[in-house]
């Protein structure tokens, strides 16, 4: 069985910095990418980042320049640095994985930016 966990959510206040990971377990092989995508009350879950199994990494322009994705070298667990956060990033953070021939989801962590 696959299971995608996220973790390293939490109340942060504005301008501060937040780590959210997401381990991988199961039998995942053929990863073609891991992302992390977010939903804000009241709005439709978006894009966050993502990486490929190359390393190429892409990001929203929301958050470029404030958030860096980057993966493990047994590409088995996921990071996603969020800095300079802003009130408009509270959301649940969800980490995702493609692979196997399938889209895998974790269940998401909450991150709370609010003075």
């Known amino acids: 069985q696959v299971q995608l966990v996220e973790s390293g959510g939490g109340l942060v206040q504005p301008g501060g910095s937040l780590r959210l990971s997401c381990a991988t377990s199961g039998s995942l092989f053929s990863i073609y990418i891991m992302g992390w995508y977010r939903q804000a009350p009241g709005k439709q879950r978006e894009f966050v980042a993502a990486?490929?199994?190359?390393?190429?990494?892409n990001s929203a322009d929301s958050v470029k320049g404030r958030f860096t994705i980057s993966r493990d070298n047994n590409k088995n667990t996921m990071h996603l640095q969020m800095n300079n956060l802003k009130p408009k990033d509270t959301a649940v953070y969800y980490c995702?994985?493609?692979?196997?021939?399938?889209?895998?989801w974790g269940k998401g962590t909450l991150v709370t930016v609010s003075s």
């Open positions: 990486i490929t199994n190359d390393g190429s990494t």
């Open positions: 995702n994985a493609v692979g196997n021939g399938m889209d895998f």
